[in-house]
């Protein structure tokens, strides 16, 4: 019925105001989930639900006036969202405040800000502007440029340290190489380095904490009061939850606090508690509507800035999730990744939003666009 | 950027390598949800029932509930030990940041002591750090309120209400019931190898001398279970389930509350003990240890300088004299011996002796005098027992030998232990050949038999053995192990338990039970009697036979002491008894230290036993059973 009105000339109301009917769906309804979940893992606490409402509704209002701004202006912007957030990021290793063992912050004296949330949206588009200015598949020298415009503000953030957030934009700034036509050559010599990097990361880069999550991660049960304590509880609420879980309210690890983080990081392993795998196929079901109604934007759209910027965004979005998931149940080390749209929690979320707002843009706007 | 750029871009190539990398994407986003799913399909399906068992490990803490210790009533059904409410203020080590200062803050809004503070630190040693150590162990109705209003600036400190024994005879009853306490480590010991450790996995307290200890197993009853819900932090939730516990026996005794009092009034300040039996049942009616101590001293952990006290105490009121006193029997053994010679022929009730006061062997040096330094002139085995004749008995010893003697005074129990429900309890000893030459390496001489003839020499007994033998001539030799517990209370009434037959005492003539049961019938009855003036004017007709004993022993285990020794000289006085004549109802050994001879001291307090055990009939605030 939506893509009916797309073809005609009428424009229904959401189109009018460029949003993405199908887009918006899908995020509402992963919304209500986590609304649910944190409700429950936040022992019935109403106010947390309603401190989580507000933050909704302002990246829901974020996302929408994002929707607004015609895609060509972002290509236009993004050299200087990339130029402002790296010396943001040089600024936050000189002056940064530091909060839970990370110099993440930067203090503009009215509100405390962190810089690598706009990374998460400038790298994309800056690597996204770079390469559409070339025909594609991108030169050797080109690609080279790309993935330099990748690294600098991934090492910067790793340095914070926040191994999380660098890993996330790292992603997107190689997916927009990789859906630019990145020769398979590179990808397999990519991946050569980066197992050839490994050990590099491990002994020069990595900070104790995080080397005690890989070795935590490689084995809990050696550490099960200690370091292994997170994900040994999430296992175990995870598997307790069986094929149907334990039922809304009714998850004992979480309920009774044996499971931290409970809605925040760890609020996958309340959901799996309670709603076991059914209840995860049928949440995974909706991520993966998004991630292919993402993919369908970008494949429609006829820009290259456009089609790499959407692809690349849907995929990181998808990380979120993946890493996430794969965290608390075991086969990714815990490193601080929400589970988007569903954990407690302000600003990744705003990002996130402005992010879909930049998706439906992108989706709405591209007759404007075809017409400039 | 110029325009011209993109009119050179081939549109149509760039869609389908873009179409070709996205469906790419999206094949790895499959394979990665792939490796997700099958990640949570192993945890969640595959290994479900581990993840379910660990998941309640976590949440539920089977916790044990401690029965309520079984009671203890007399043969009227007077309660003995009784269980009360005590409030302490227990302590959580693990659950305290700072032990140091919530111990002086609890110091100045309770008055903590320093003996206290001793005992906590003791125990905080002992405990593992989540078990609960008691600061105060009976707090006062002022230190609750206090520390209710304050509790909230306490994490870890709570007030515990539980039951604690209480006995309300105190020092009447203390050698005879005994007493529970805390458990110590030995305690634990013992109940891990008796498998009965999880049984007391709440229990606090553990029987530890007398009945308490000897009926343990009836009295402290089954553990329950209540299986809860905790959190993260161990806070209990809620109730799960709760099997709850089978509480103690509540047991009766054969012990006669009333008696009991008046032989420990009779006694008043003697040093000594009376053992009062049924010789119809074995059940013990009275016995009481002189002097005594307060049971509910140990009940709440006995101070060290109390302890100490009562420990070092030259008069050893830890001991139980009736049970674990070892005495010469003196001439309390003459009816006993008598009645041995008699079996054995080497006298008849005729046959007579002529005491001049002295008695010599061949061959020995040694002179053996009677107490009577004139000598009693021609006795038979009757006069002899009624005026506890030595030169008859020597006779009768020497004819007999020490071999018979030994195997006959053995059938009575001497040497024996006899069986009573309790722990503290010595067996005496019943000298022969074979023990002289394991104790002391040394041939038996004849002269060692001319001392046990008059039940001294090697010879040593408890006052329980003596009432014992007792009950032993007045059954002619059917006789009973003599019992504390009568039985135990459920709901559909009281349960009697059968009693414990002994081994009987068998003899060729039973007419010689009649021989001397008639002489000891004399001792009491007859002028010449050595029991006749204690026991004048009785309404009742009693027998029985008196001792003096000449040398100071009263416990296997006190140290020889020459100083002491000096100061406690004088004779132990001995009377052995039963009554009525006809038909007796009870039997009674009184065993005093160092208090003169058996006949004016030891006999009196028999006596007055027996005047309120059978009261006058005129006399109505003494109901007769």
Redesign the interface.
Known sequence: MLRNNLNSNKQTTLQKIHIDGWLLCGLLMLMGVGLAVIYSAGGQDIDLIKRQLIRLAFAILVMIVVAQIPPLAYRRLSIHFYVIGIAMLVAVLVVGTIGKGAQRWLDLGFMRFQPSEIMKLAVPMMVAWYIS?F???PRFRHTFMAFVLVIVPTLLIAKQPDLGTSLLIASSGI?VI????LSWKLVFGFISVVSAFAPVMWFFLMQDYQKQRVLTFLNPETDPLGSGYHII?S?????????QGKGFLQG??SQ???LPERHTDFIFSVF?EEF??FG??AL?TLY?FI??RG?II??RT?E?YS??LA?SIT?TF?VYV?VN??MV???LPVVGVPLPLISYGGTSMVTLLAGFGILMAISTQKRLMLRE | ?PPN?IT????T???N???R??II??VI?SV??G???S???Y???T??N???T???G??IKVLPVAPNRGLIYDRNGVLLAENRPIFSLELIPEQIDDLDETLSKLKTLLGVNEQNLEHFNRELKSKRRFKPVSLINRMTQEQVAKFSVNQHHFIGVSVEARLKRFYRYADALTHLVGYVAKINKRDLQKLAESGEEANYAATYDIGKQGVEKYHEKRLHGQVGYQEV?????GRI?RTLKFEPPIPGQDIILNIDINLQLKVQEALADKRGSVVVLDPKSGGVLALFSNPSYDPNLFVHGISNKEYNYLLNSKDKPLINRATQGQYPPASTVKPALALIGLDEEVITEASRVFDSGTYKLKNVAHTWRDWYRWGHGWVNVTHAIEISCDIFFYDLSYRLGIDSISDGMAKFGFGEYTGIDLYEESDGNMPSRGWKRARHNQPWYIGDTISVGIGQGYWTSTPLQLALSVSALVNRGKNHVPQIIRGHKTNNGDVIYPTKDSMPIIIKNNKNWDVVLDAMYGVVNRPRGGAYKAFRNTHYVSAGKTGTAQLVAIAEDEKYDAEKIAAHHRDNAMYVGFAPYENPELVISVALENAGGGGSNAAPIARQIMDYYFPKPEEPEHVAK
């Open positions: 200015r025909n594609l598949p997916f990789f859906l630019a036509g509880q296992q175990i609420a995870i598997g307790s939850g069986g094929l004992t690890q009774l606090e044996f799996s076991g795998l995860i196929l995974l993966l991630i292919i993919m970008s494949m006829q290259a089609k790499l692809g995929l998808f993946f998931m794969g149940s075991g086969i | 950027m750029r050179i871009k081939d549109h190539a760039e869609a390598l873009f179409a990398r996205s994407a999206l986003v990665l949800l490796i997700l799913i990640n949570l399909y945890l969640q399906v290994r479900f581990d993840y379910q660990r998941s309640n976590n949440r819900e905790v959190n993260s932090r939730i």
